[in-house]
């Protein structure tokens, strides 16, 4: 099942693929900024205000619709010639349909009918999210793979000339050659390769993309999902890995422990005095403990001389108890 987050991105990628040019350069085209607004309106009050002087003046009537005519001319002569672009924009000017010139960012002047600005390119680092979804692998593992791309325009020109759409073009171009990198490597190399796939991406992206006049600034993966299956598959076999390192290191301190019991067996062999003492100070930290009760073998026994050292403790405590037991 898709996540929202992919939902989320493929209906921006079709938001963004369904504005078509023709739509955006009607936008361009019918852009007024503030300032030529302004003073359009001021144009438009200067004359209504001056025809009602003139006409409580008894000023001729056609004065007053020269003059009408002059000011709401003048205003929207201004109106459709003044532009503003914000700093980050570069406006690119056809005239006659002939690629003019850039202007911006600023204000400046275009001629109304002859002049006209086809499109405003946003020189800001843009961020585009993109998504290839139940793509194979070299081991034909299908994925999902979500990533973004961060790139720039640095020439206006070609971006508005060369591509009908350069944001379509970029999405479409990144999509593809985001299938091409998955493709090309095994399910292992993309979960732990991330940064690898990362450099590849962008040097195919930006191969093609900057005869566009655009610069991929860097790809990042996002998310890779697998198979329910296979996660669960891969979540066993590392449970599995783990648990055999946990019975090797446990083997590997058994055998340091064993060779530790060597070195010092091979204390005790020359000095039973030390042997007899190690004993000595084993059974009485087992016996000093009311209740405790000690599991010496046999042949311990015999050889450590613990039957007399035992009978020893035991009478002892005996002596303790029935000492005890006079006093009360």
């Not at 205003?75 to 924009?89: A, D, H, R």
């Not at 697998?226 to 066993?236: A, C, G, K, T, V």
């Not at 301190?253 to 062999?269: N, T, V």
């Amino acid at each position: 099942m898709k996540t929202s987050r992919q939902n989320n991105t493929e209906q921006s990628n079709r938001n963004e693929l369904n504005t078509s040019p023709e739509k955006k350069e009607k936008i361009d085209n019918q852009r007024i900024n503030n300032v030529a607004g302004t003073i359009f309106a001021i144009f438009l009050i200067a004359g209504i205000l001056g025809a009602i002087i003139m006409d409580s003046n008894g000023v001729n009537n056609m004065i007053t619709g020269i003059y009408v005519c002059v000011t709401t001319l003048i205003g929207t002569l201004i109106l459709f010639s003044l532009k503003v672009s914000n700093q980050w924009e570069k406006a690119v000017i056809l005239r006659f349909g002939k690629f003019y010139g850039l202007r911006g960012p600023g204000v400046f002047w275009i001629v109304p009918v002859i002049d006209n600005v086809v499109n405003w390119i946003d020189q800001r680092v843009m961020v585009t999210p993109f998504a290839a979804e139940k793509t194979l692998t070299k081991d034909t593992v299908p994925v999902d793979v979500d990533a973004v791309l961060f790139w720039m325009v640095w020439d206006a020109e070609k971006a508005s000339l060369e591509v009908a759409d350069y944001r379509a073009a970029i999405a479409w171009a990144a999509q593809t050659a985001l299938r091409e990198i998955i493709g090309q490597m095994a399910l292992a190399d993309i979960l732990v390769g991330r940064s690898k796939m990362d450099s590849d991406l962008q040097h195919i992206i930006d191969e093609r993309t900057t005869p566009w006049g655009i610069s991929v600034q860097s790809v990042e993966i996002r998310d890779v999902i697998i198979p329910q299956d296979l996660e669960d598959s891969m979540s066993r076999q590392a449970q599995a890995e783990r648990e055999r390192q946990a019975r090797v290191i446990l083997g590997e301190s058994e055998k340091q422990i064993a060779a530790s019991f060597a070195e010092a067996s091979e204390a005790y062999i020359n000095n039973p005095t030390a042997l007899h003492l190690r004993a000595m100070n084993m059974l009485f930290e087992g016996l000093k403990e009311k209740g405790a009760l000690v599991i010496v073998p046999s042949s311990a026994v015999e050889s450590m001389n613990l039957g007399g050292i035992s009978g020893m403790v035991a009478l002892s405590q005996s002596n303790s108890v029935s000492g005890q037991s006079n006093t009360k």
